[in-house]
């Protein structure tokens, strides 16, 4: 198998890889894919309330070297976007940031769902804390990457 | 401590099931019959000829005593995929008109399973046996597979994932009581297990020699001859090999394989119990980290596979930071076709069991030094790899994965 030194970067050197304090203010979380497909992405986003832009992101992936590398990038990516700039990353971009083949295209498309999921989480807590009540729930997108035996 | 010190472009191997090196003595033995001894085994007017033939035949010889077999009875072809579709193409259409059924199970070799579902098409009927969570086959639901239409079953004497070795002799025996063919796909067995067809009740084998430190292009197939089994012939031509398999027989190949079998004869049983130990000690190593586990039965196994999944982490993501090491995985990003692992699925395997799943299979040049620096190595990798894993945490924190609502399928 031959890996992009991108890819291979990504996966000697993980960027952020952790997880935020579960009481930390503004964090989002975005659980993307299935153990049976053999990808799950987990990207967590802290927002500044006030500006709405990301300051800080952290990863943990279960997947190949592409989807650790694509999900790596990811949080390089969106520190420092607004949400809806990060929502604009599109998996392509991924995918040519680091060179990946065709049959691994999927794992950027899953990274891009992750942002996705994030975002999503963290607008769906800002309307429930501003209906009054804070939620621990991670949403899970709905997704149809792999369809497994 | 280990100070291996490992080659940039050479891992160390533990990659033996997928092949091995030819043995230097087999390869010495080869090179004359390319550029002196070079005549044709069929050239029965001249010198060069006949000492060609007598290099076949010694290494027939030399193939039957491995196997416990008469050297009548050995066919040479281009290797176990070959001898395959010879025994099961060859058998189903000499005796098709006592029967149209066929056997075999879902664990076998591609060589197999493909051969069968070509069968298919052209009109038998095929049962697909399911395999117990060990690999091993339930006896009493091959009993009753078999029907009075059925001409042949066809069941891999060691399985090249996990090494896991069938009851051969039993379903054998069932096999004979109901005058039914049975065809066994040696390749991962020659040189591993004992196998003596003077009293095994097998019709048809299948060998490789390039699984066995021979070179890769050769391997045979064994028909008995008492009782008699025939088989229609796949290639036409001068009607060499008793008009069971035609062309012109590669005397430097065969010399090869005839060497490597020799040599295994004579060696095997020291070799398999230094193997046993490098494999033992190996799982002692690996088995120090929590939630691994060994793929296939622990008892019927061959010496030299040890089949391994490392919950929690995917199989390709593994095998990148274990660059330095050669081995096979079961996981669907390794194969061609982004599917995992067919056999450790048959087995019962759940998929993250079978992306997670490693195959290490040590062999006749394998040191202590390269055990314990692998055991060093995947450790290291599996630690790293779980603290980026959210399966891990999960599991950490207590939480069913089994529980969790994942994506829509």
Redesign the interface.
Known sequence: ?A?SDKV?EH?EN?RN?G?FAADEDGVATG????????????LQIKVNPTTGVIEDAKF??????S??ASSSLVTEWVRGKTLDEALSIKNTQIAEELALPP?KIHCSILAEDAIKAAVADYQNKHAQAAAGGATESVT??????C??? | MTTLIVQPNRPVYLDYAATTPVDPRVAAKMIPYLTERFGNPASRSHAYGWAAEEAVELAREQVSLLIGADPREIVWTSGATESNNLAIKGAAQFYKSKGKHLITLATEHKAVLDTMREMEREGWEVTVLPVLDTGLVDIDAFKAAIRPDTVLASVMFVNNETGVIQDIETLGQICRSQGVLFHVDAAQATGKVHIDLSVMPIDLMSMSAHKSYGPKGVGALYVRRKPRVRIDALMHGGGHERGMRSGTLPTHQIVGMGEAYHLASKEMAVELERIRSLRDHLWAGLSRMDHVQINGDFEHRTPNHLNVSFN??????LL??MKDIAVSSG????SAS???SYVL?AMGR???LA?SSVRFTIGRYTTLEEIDFTIARVSDVVTKLR???????MVQAGID?NS??????
């Open positions: 198998m890996y291979i996966y993980p890889v997880s659980m993307v894919g299935a153990p049976a497909c053999g990808d799950v992405m987990k943990k992936t279960y997947g190949c070297g989807a650790i049959v899970l997108a709905d997704q149809s990457i369809t497994p035996n | 929690y982490v995917e199989g390709e993501s990148m930071g996981s669907a990003c390794t982004l599917e995992p699925r759940s998929d993250e992306h603290e980026m894993s959210p399966l891990w945490d994965l969790i609502q994942w994506a829509a399928h």
